[in-house]
């Protein structure tokens, strides 16, 4: 079974960094697209960035320029380096993998299988 365990959340001001990291257990990153969605209150999951592949990577045009997705295979772990954060950024934030015959990403979060349980990201203005 797979699990993922996401750290790294808190509260920062407008303008800060955080990263955030995805430990991954129970399967390895082959044929895997790795996600990092996130959910503000009364809004809809919303798509940030993938992973996927060789270290092929797609973002949202929201966080991008500002947001870098990673991985580390060796550990298993997925990283989401997020830089000159604004209060708009302020979510759950939850990891997503999924496991095709291509291992392609997708933006929809219904077609990732297995969820972390999310991080609090809090942006002060």
């Known amino acids: 079974q797979v699990q993922l365990v996401e750290s790294g959340g808190g509260l920062v001001q407008a303008g800060g960094s955080l990263r955030l990291s995805c430990a991954a257990s129970g399967r390895t990153f082959s044929r895997s697209a790795m996600a990092w969605f996130r959910q503000a209150p009364g809004k809809e999951r919303e798509f940030v960035s993938a992973?996927?592949?060789?270290?092929?990577?797609y973002y949202a045009d929201s966080v991008k320029g500002r947001f870098t997705i990673s991985r580390d295979s060796a550990k298993n772990t997925v990283y989401l380096q997020m830089n000159s954060l604004k209060p708009e950024d302020t979510a759950v934030y939850s990891c997503a993998a999924r496991w095709t015959y291509s291992g392609s990403y997708s933006t929809n979060w219904y077609e990732y299988t297995s969820w972390g349980q999310g991080t609090q990201v809090t942006v002060s203005s």
């Open positions: 992973i996927w592949g060789g270290g092929s990577t």
